[in-house]
């Protein structure tokens, strides 16, 4: 456990409290759009959790997570840290679940921040004179979950192909053109159910539909993360 916490503050302070100037643009841009411009286009309808909304937010980790996670290892390669990394006694566990945990809370504490602040923006708009949550909230709490699952599926994914390249250029081409085709293949099953389907849906099961194909994508990953990741493969590659 010790092992855990140490990577997860190395990962922190390497990533996230860099320092760098140029590491804030992506999470303010993200906060901005999801808290400020689009809640104020669409007024009452982001907290009524329209399918927009809905879609928005569960694209969010997708979209985060391919300009972040392709540091992990390649990023390591790159800043030539990976054979001082290997060469502790941090275990290959701690290693991985160390940089899943940091990009899950990173990813997901954006989207909450960006939630709330553009709760605060579509009540301002709405000028109703009485402030409303997103409703309904079963919906919301769902929703939070299906960010969760997604942000998992999209690091541990991401790992997995910082693992197999040289650069952070490449893992994070290769990452946005994976969460592309799988946007693609979501568009395309949609499409491809049987005429009325979606309509004898609720979005309360149209997102645990969702949540479940992700949550299977996870395991498969995982299961294969558990099995790849280990010193011997990183620095053979």
Known sequence: MNDFWTMVWKETRDSIFSG?????????????????????????????????TIFIV??????????????????????????????????????????????????????????????????LVAGKGQWSFYNPLNVFLEMLAM???????????????SMRVTTVRQA????????LVLLIVIVLILRGLPAGTLALLNTFQILLFFIGGFVILDIILLWILSISFRRSNLILN
């Not at 679940?97 to 989207?111: D, F, H, Q, R, S």
């Open 20 to 52: 760098h100037r140029s590491e804030l643009i992506v999470p303010l841009m993200v906060i901005a759009i999801m808290g400020i411009v689009i809640p104020w286009q669409f007024g009452h309808l982001w907290i009524s959790l329209s399918p927009a």
């Open 58 to 123: 569960s694209y969010i980790p997708f979209f985060l997570t391919t300009s972040y996670i392709g540091d992990a290892i390649a990023g390591e390669r790159e800043r030539h840290t990976l054979e001082t990394l290997l060469a502790s006694r941090i275990s290959d566990r701690a290693i991985l679940w160390g940089k899943i945990t940091v990009t899950i809370a990173y990813v997901g504490g954006l989207t909450l921040i960006g939630l709330i602040i553009g709760l605060v923006t579509s009540n």
């Open 147 to 161: 960010v969760l699952s997604a942000s998992l599926l999209s690091s541990s994914s991401g790992v997995l192909i």
């Open 172 to 179: 994070q081409q290769t990452m946005a053109i994976g969460s």
